[in-house]
């Protein structure tokens, strides 16, 4: 082990037959102040049946609260006393609060017979709770109260609902909207009049959305139409319209600006989808024109419901595109969800096209009060899985940054969460869920992982007064990692299961600058990682792994303590694997808490290229390879990576390396087939 005034510089060898591979190198640049959340809790819930989280929000006490669907019989006690739910029927809806420490408050469910599901909860401006979704039973009781009851039946295959609570669980008010087709109630929020504003879609003929005694009719044109209807804070009818076409309408988000204007995204199909819900016309018509694919779109109304711009974007390759969730921030709104192929998302401008990277990829795109985009970007890896790659699920503002959650398969690679010229790469084991930080401006900040061998997604997220972030998403196998900073194992109770997370603000140990590994071609894997500052910091482990399941502690390097300064490791790993290797960082508090870097993988595939002797030198070395890799340049290197002698066309000639002091130093050789680098000892 050897030590030097900068950073630490640790080798290691093995007796097994040296082989040169080629240099793969993967390098993450992150910002200076890398912070990333700090789990405070993680409760997992389920049965052996489909349980699905949909929503969550937080208030000001730091409670939250989570809305869902659930078969069968499921504990909503995370604690050693008992709170079983038990479904009436297919699916139930459940409807649970817990406090700041994951305590369970109250949890209730609503149901009849056979599939009934929730789509979204909000919390208003009095501190009462809205619901919204589905009912396909008869007999559906939404007061849990056992002496109370608010009976409603579905009048058709299926009614959109709205019911409200107080953050007791007490029952408020409840209405459906129903016709003889299916209808369901999708995304939710208020204005700053607390008014409520409710989005969703209907296949009736003829849909009634008032639900007193008056009467406000929605016509039907073709398959799932949206409607948009406006309630007071007592429920009662204000104002609504539809949006309709021939085909499909599949809104997904809600949200209102600073001045009460209306934002609504989503995906539509066909042509001529008619998004002026006066007496003008403004049509929109998706890439296909019909629903093989369906496209996104962004749409802004007044407060009356005025049109005032609207746009799509997609593609016509028969996979759909998608926004999902809303932000707004200064009356600028911030989109999510997922593309496939080619997309502009500066509807015609061509500012902002982006191509995904394999099957469906996550996008977050910023527009301007006007509807310009400011900038747009995606994440996503080269999986060719469609439908379930990688789906941007939440999007949300708080103190002037950027928060996306999701799941994203790295397709036995990595996904690259940085936009622009930076890196910060992670890793899957299957479909994983993930958390990413960014400015306004949409400049990468962090990301973490969690997840198991099972398919994984975060599906919504909240922030309480605090700083603190709740997310809810599901799990599917027992190995499932909720801690992005340590190992919290969360049990499956068999097939999908939902969990509950919640996160503080406090700053790491650690602020990672940047990981990188790259191939020696003495089949060493040099590992370098960077931090901004240290605080406590005991040690780092470099542990390495071939399928990112199972991985093994390569080695140790002692941490600085606490230092407000910049500082650089690196350790030389003797890898003889043949195929790709990752590696990662642990580090180490005194107090023994630790959290990890991101991943990063090397490629161990390649052939002896070219070979410098003497090695170790004193004076000259030479230069010597096949004839066909001839025509490159060599250059020697210090550890930091800068150049020291360049050698341009040498084979069979020697290279003076007098200059060098001793030490330790790269050799790397580049023509336009490939790149090696060696370990050159020059004493």
Known sequence: ?????????????SSAPVKIKLLVLLLLLAPLHLCAQTLTWANGFGSNGIDAPYSIVSDQSGNVYAVGTFENSVDFDPGLAAHILTSNGNSDIYVAAYNSSGALLWAFNIGGSDFDEVADIHLDKNNRL?????????NVDFDPHPANNNIFSSAGSKDAFLAKYDVNGNHLWAFTLGGTQAERGISITTNSQNDILIIGIYNSGTLDIDPDTSTFNLTHAGNNDMLLAKYDSNGTFKMGFSVSGTHTEFPQAIITD???????????????????????????SSASGNNTSLDYFLVKYSSTGALMWAFTAGNASGISDVGRALAIENNNIYVTGNFFSTVDFSHGSGTSVLTSNGGMDIFVAKYNSSGVC???????GTSSTLGVSEIGYDIAIRQNCVYVIGGFHSNASTVDFAPGSGTFNLASIDIDAFVAKYTLNSNFIWAFVMGGTGIDFCRAMSFDSTGSLAITGDYRASNFNADPNGTTYLTNSGNADFFITKFDATPLPVEWLYVQAERLSDKNVWVEWGCASETDNDYFTVERSV???HWEEADRVTGKGTILTPTKYHLVDDNDFNGISYYRIKQTDFNGKFNYSNVVSVNNTGENVFTLYPNPAQ?????AMDKENMGG???????????????????????NIELLPAGTYLAEYLNNNFTAVKKLVVQ
Do not use: C, E
């Open 1 to 13: 082990m050897h030590y030097d005034t900068n950073f630490i510089h640790l080798f290691f060898n």
């Open 130 to 138: 809205l619901i919204t979704g589905g009912i396909t039973s008869s």
């Open 258 to 284: 600073g001045n009460g204007n209306i934002i609504v995204t989503g995906a539509f199909g066909g042509t001529n989808v008619d998004f002026d819900p006066d007496t003008g016309t403004y049509y929109l």
């Open 374 to 380: 400011q900038w747009a970007f995606n994440v996503g």
């Open 547 to 549: 399928d990112l399941v």
């Open 619 to 623: 004076s000259n070395i030479l230069l």
């Open 633 to 655: 340049t060599l250059y020697i290197k210090d550890l930091t990576g800068k150049r020291l002698i360049t050698a341009t066309h040498y084979f069979g000639t020697t290279v």
